[in-house]
């Protein structure tokens, strides 16, 4: 039995966030899936972004870097090469992944790190008080598109499909249970895992409501869908409107970046000596 | 002659580069002092390459204005070139290219006509092998013997195989023997006896960071490409698996330095390196460093901006963008390195103060310095290193109370580090203002506490900040003042005034952040004639000094067209 509990992981501070907002299920549902695979404050590193979900950190006890918007996934990267025993998984918002971050999510899908990101996805900055995020659907109005969003809304899914990552995977704030489940497998999956995570922003999103998304998602494990095939995972992903699905549309075994690394074959880089036996080995080329 | 000067041009992929550090092995091993400097476009094929190299019986700083012979690749480099040469001195060409005649040129030159493609093609190799040519006449001409280069050849393509060894010595040994039969009596560029006794590396700056770096620990860099620090690049990732550390290339500047900050958070000494626009992009990174006081290294080499600038040529136009990059304020460490032994020692120097403090260091490099090579004793780099992690917590000092304070206000400026994974050592890295733990704050006490904090850094780094070095006559009347690369020609500069009875010194600064005020403004201020030398356009090392000191340099020697400055440009400068 884990010994690990979900209030292992509570701190002095309460969160800070609107009441209703679906960073409190994530909340819940990370804390409880961090205690069901028995990783402990101590055990992991957990890298967030700047934005609502970047507050978690105050009142998610673990050892944690809160870094800039957008870069969470280099420092995620960084840790993980230096330290790969070393759970790492980032916490990311749609805006500071897909917009500032952007070109780190598409390469670090690329590279495939033992990384798992989960994306708070809401469509909108909800920190500076309610602009479009690049996930915003077409005709959204915000603080910032008043005449609705007129950009194509980017998809974390096909983004990280294309990109290369090996479990893709979306998720609902307001489903718990099945959340948590998603997480253990993006955190237990062994190499990049994005789980895209639906949020509904209750203060300065009207249209996409708990009600909204309740009344069309649906899981895909309850159908005969397996997460094997690239195609049908696309598929899956571009699906939007009526039917939304949940789940998970993509798993694949690929090398991770650490995997590929001569130096990380055997302890981690961070307990490697520091000293060089072979000076003359070193120097001969420069002879 | 005491020292010869060689100059090889063609166009790039021609192999201009590779055979002067082969001309520069060759000597080195000899026992001369060498060193060799590179010019180009920022381009891969066609376009101007030249390289220059010096090689003398004494010890000497830097390239002078001599030129004793021209290799000239084509009809171009002679036309660029031949107002550069000494007189008397000796062009080597193809006569296929170009037949030169004295009547084209200035002055008195010792023209060598010498089928370099048609030795190639006799003895089967590639047209691209000229080069190769070029380098065994170059050996018979210098009054060496053919072993020397024999070897040198022989290291260089031992990953190619035998045959391809066995084709470029028969091929340079066809260029010496072409010399020694047609030219038998040219012995002008006859070099004096070696005086070298120790074993000699040739070695450029970026190589000499990246043994530094490695010497020093380094386990993590990444290093988004970018002239001039590719060969820290080659070198880190050439000795990734054999020396047990992780070379990654990243998308970007930004994601370098976030990468390098993670793994500095989990505990590895790591680095970046860029150039100017580079930097430009890691801004943001070098204050999050600031802020959750993560140790890194990064190693700036400079060239001519602004924007993408002149990619492949030098300059030294970043003091003050290194001094005030990144939003807000807090605490770094810039030193800038002279010369290779500077340049590996400083970079041991960096990860040691990263980590003692806890900062960011940045070392300015710059491409004359990056991309030069230079025979060093193999002693200047092999010496013992001391490493000094700081203030690293073990996991078996923390205490299961939960009392550990990763930014412990009682602990001065410096304080106790964990790292994640530890028992007991939990933190937050937190880019907000944040209390003890790491946990976000907005109380004005706090928030002004946590400033103060690492504000108290330049107090624990006062202890270890170093005056700058002087060189040259305490009784001088010309007193140069210098950061970086200059110093070899500012002391060659020293050696001409010398001669004409001119008495000058050095003041040559290695650590310009925190500046060494007090030492700086004793140092400065009785002196009556100081002459700045910069390469950049505001001197930025002098309004420095004026900030810290209230010395005032009026005379300046300011150079930024993306050339290092001659020595007889310097002595001319400050005789006038």
Redesign the interface.
Known sequence: MPSVTANAFTTSFLPTWCPGCGDFGIWMSLKQALASLNIGPEDALLIYGIGCHGNMYDWMKTYAVEGLHGRALPVAQGAKLSNHKLPVIAICGDGDCLGEGGNHFIHAAKRNPDITVMIHDNQVYGLTTGQASPTAKAGFKTKSTPEGVTDEPINPLTLGLTAGATFIARGFAGDAPGLTDLMMKAIEHKGFAVLDILQPCVTFDKVHTYGWYRQRLYQLDKEEYKPDNKLKAFEKALEWGDKIPLGILYKEDRPTSEDLEPALSGAPLKDLPLTIPNLDGLFSEFI | MESVTWKIGGEAGFGIMSSGTMLC?TF??LGYHVLATNEYPSLIRGGHNLVTVRIATQPFESLNKDVHVLVALNKQTVELHKEELSSGAIILFDPKDYEWKQAEFTKEVKLIPVPLADIVKEQKGDPVMRNTVALGTTVALLGADFSAVDSVIH?QFKRKGQEVIDNNIAIAKAGYDFVKTNFANESSVNLGKATQKE?????NGS?AVG?GA????L??A?IYPMTPINSVITFLAD????????Y?Q???E???I?????????????MVATSGGGFALMV??LS?AGM?ETPLVIDLGMRPGPATGMPTWTAQGELQFAIHAGHGEFPRIILAPGDIKEAYSLTVDAFNLADRYQVPVILLTDKYLNESQWSVP?AH??GD?V?DRGNFVKETELSADGSFLRYDLKAGGVSPRS??????????????EHDEL???TEAADKAAAMGDKRMKKFEAIAKDIRPPTVYGDSEAEITFVSWGSTKGPILEAMKLLNAQGKKAKLVHFTWLFPFPSEEVTKLLSPITRLVDVELNATAQLASLIREHTGVTITEKLLQYNGRMLYPEEIVEKVLK
Do not use: C, T, W
Request: glycine share 12%; no cysteine.
């Open positions: 092995r080195s091993r290291d074993q000699q590396m040739i070695i190589e043994v490695v010497r020093a620990g386990k993590f990444a000795h990734a698996k054999e020396l047990q550390l992780v990654k990243p998308e970007d930004i994601a370098g976030n990468m390098a900050i993670g793994a500095s958070v989990v505990g590895v000494r790591s943001e990174g999050l959750i193999k780099l092999a290193v490493i790292v994640p994974g530890m028992k007991n050592g939990l933190f937050y890295a937190n880019s907000y790491g946990h976000v």
